[in-house]
């Protein structure tokens, strides 16, 4: 099993800055991609930033010049800077991640994606 822990959430002024973080630990041997999905009130989830395992990454349309998804691989920690924030982007962050177990002798691995359980993101006007 795979837990996720998040945290950094909490409540800004327009313009102000938070840093998301998000560390998994448990049972698996590589970490594929890691990535912030965001949840408004009666809003369907939405992908904000992801990074491949190779350091590539993108992000939705509305945070591109102010946010920064970055991982550290041997802390198991991805993070996500965001700054200039506005009352949009208040939510609920999760993170969400994919990771490989080896299975067998021959090396076949298993993948898996698991998410944590949220972080409130709140910016006031």
């Known amino acids: 099993q795979v837990e996720l822990v998040e945290s950094g959430g909490g409540l800004v002024h327009t313009g102000g800055s938070l840093r998301l973080s998000c560390t998994a630990s448990?049972?698996?041997?590589?970490?594929?991609?890691m990535a912030w999905h965001r949840q408004a009130p009666g809003k369907e989830r939405e992908l904000v930033a992801a990074i491949s395992s190779a350091g590539m990454t993108n992000y939705v349309d509305s945070v591109k010049g102010r946010f920064i998804i970055s991982r550290d691989n041997a802390k198991k920690t991805v993070y996500l800077q965001m700054t200039s924030l506005k009352p949009e982007d208040t939510a609920v962050y999760f993170c969400?991640?994919?990771?490989?177990?080896?299975?067998?002798?021959?090396?076949?691995?298993?993948?898996?994606?698991?998410w944590g359980k949220g972080t409130l993101v709140t910016v006031s006007s």
């Open positions: 969400n991640v994919e990771v490989y177990k080896v299975v067998n002798v021959e090396g076949a691995t298993a993948r898996r994606e698991y």
């Open positions: 448990g049972s698996f041997d590589r970490i594929g991609f």
